[in-house]
């Protein structure tokens, strides 16, 4: 079966992180209902949800995608690069090593979940403000004896690598070029993306969920012959998250005991 986890948004997310934007109020309520919609079309889609209560302390931490990375074998628990995220990490382990064993980075590495954009064996890893080159080197480390590759890629102007570019499946990228070097994908198909905030894409199987802010990006896909689930996720945006950040998804013998 798939498992998403995901956590409920803090009462704190107000003093979230901003690296790009400018602080905006955000509407705590109105992040609640959007992403307990996310929440919902995940288990539409047949995933079991795992939701985590929100923790007052950790503005950021409905974002679970930036500190564990889960593979079939193994789970890494990351270091984020933004000091007041690193203990976010702690009640995630608890849930992850009860179906993986895990690795983690340490200091000096530090490497946001949103930096890694994976496919198949393949896991290209963003160089941002956030993800430094012992974190790529901490994280080959840890999962190259499972077979996996691992590429860091060059970000530029966006937070995280899959600010830019998101993988859909079947060796398609969707790619915003002016934020990454798109030769690192070579081999790879590529899909430009035709606005900018719809490069975050989440693919669960053929169904793709993109931010309801990126209409065109969703006809492109759909003419492409992906089914989409569009998502309003305005009071999550404004925290610089988008729609892979709010979930791990991974596949698991059993449920949740
Ligand atoms: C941060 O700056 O860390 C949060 N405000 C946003 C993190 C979004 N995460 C993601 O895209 N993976």
Same mark, same amino acid.
């Given at each position: 079966m798939q498992i998403a986890i995901t956590?409920? #948004?803090?009462? /704190?997310?107000? +003093?979230?992180?901003?690296?790009?934007?400018?602080?905006?109020?955000?509407d705590i309520a109105r992040?609640?209902?959007?992403? =307990?919609? %996310?929440?919902?079309?995940?288990?539409?889609? !047949?995933?079991? #949800?795992?939701?985590?209560?929100?923790?007052?302390?950790?503005?950021d931490a409905v974002f679970v995608?930036?500190?564990?990375?889960?593979?079939e074998e193994v789970a890494v628990i990351l270091r984020p690069g933004a000091a007041s995220?690193?203990?976010?990490?702690? +009640?995630?382990? *608890?849930?992850?090593a009860a179906y993986r064993p895990l690795r983690r980075l340490r200091d000096p590495a530090t490497l946001d979940g949103g930096d890694i954009l994976r496919a198949g064996k393949t896991i290209y890893v963003g160089l941002s403000a956030r993800s430094n080159a012992a974190g790529v080197q901490q994280l080959a480390a840890a999962v190259e004896p499972? !077979? %996996? =590759?691992?590429?860091?890629?060059?970000?530029?102007?966006?937070?995280?690598?899959?600010?830019?570019?998101? %993988?859909?499946?079947? !060796?398609?990228?969707?790619v915003h070029r002016p934020w990454v070097d798109a030769g690192a994908f070579a081999g790879m198909k590529l899909i430009d993306v035709?606005?900018?905030?719809?490069?975050?894409?989440?693919?669960?199987?053929?169904?793709?969920? #993109?931010?309801? =802010?990126?209409?065109?990006t969703a006809e492109r896909l759909e003419q492409l012959g992906w089914q989409? *689930?569009?998502?309003?996720? +305005?009071?999550?945006?404004?925290?610089? !998250?988008?729609?892979?950040?709010? /979930?791990?998804?991974f596949t698991a013998a059993l449920p949740p005991s």
């Open positions: 956590r409920g #948004v803090s009462p /704190s997310m107000d +003093s979230c992180e901003l690296t790009f934007l400018e602080r905006a109020p955000i992040a609640r209902e959007q992403h =307990a919609a %996310y929440e919902a079309c995940l288990a539409g889609l !047949g995933l079991h #949800v795992i939701s985590l209560p929100a923790e007052p302390g950790f503005p995608e930036d500190p564990a990375l889960v593979l995220r690193r203990g976010e990490a702690d +009640s995630l382990e *608890r849930i992850l499972f !077979g %996996y =590759a691992v590429r860091p890629v060059l970000v530029r102007g966006c937070l995280h690598l899959k600010s830019a570019a998101s %993988y859909l499946g079947e !060796g398609t990228v969707l035709p606005e900018e905030c719809g490069a975050n894409v989440l693919a669960i199987g053929q169904t793709l969920l #993109v931010a309801k =802010a990126a209409p065109r989409v *689930r569009l998502l309003d996720n +305005s009071e999550l945006a404004k925290a610089e !998250g988008a729609l892979t950040c709010c /979930s791990l998804v």
